[in-house]
């Protein structure tokens, strides 16, 4: 059964960098669209970042973090990399990677619904 694993979390001072990673456990399905969304305590599960697509892939984030993280794939792992930088307080959560194998992800991105597959979550915490 395929899974998605996160790994990269931790500790963090504001204005610092983590590097979060979403693999598979295998490669023979591959993903069309693949995102990452975070849960802060008390809050509701958001969207953070998201890639749509192969050749001519395009990129998508919340109004939140663009530039400051980047996402991209790798297809090695059959996954993706978050890169943040320029951590606050507020980015403290649990970050979860998100994929699918069907093309109708890339109407619904930004929200849980269109997503099969779920990692466990991987916290992040910026502190002040």
């Known amino acids: 059964q395929m899974q998605l694993a996160e790994s990269g979390g931790g500790w963090v001072q504001t204005g610092g960098s983590l590097r979060l990673s979403c693999a598979a456990s295998e490669g023979t399905l591959r993903f069309y669209g693949m995102a990452w969304f975070r849960q802060a305590p008390g809050k509701e599960r958001e969207f953070v970042a998201a890639?749509?697509?192969?050749?001519?892939?395009?990129?998508y984030y919340s109004n939140s973090v663009k530039g400051r993280f980047t996402l991209s794939r790798d297809s090695a792992k059959n996954g993706v990399d978050l890169q943040m930088n320029s951590l606050r307080p507020e980015d403290t959560a649990v970050y979860y990677c998100?994929?699918?194998?069907?093309?109708?992800?890339?109407?619904?991105?930004?929200?849980?619904?269109?997503?099969?597959?779920w990692g466990q979550g991987t916290q992040v915490t910026v502190s002040s």
């Open positions: 890639v749509i697509g192969w050749s001519g892939a395009r990129t």
């Open positions: 998100a994929a699918d194998r069907r093309s109708d992800v890339a109407g619904y991105y930004y929200t849980e619904t269109p997503y099969s597959y």
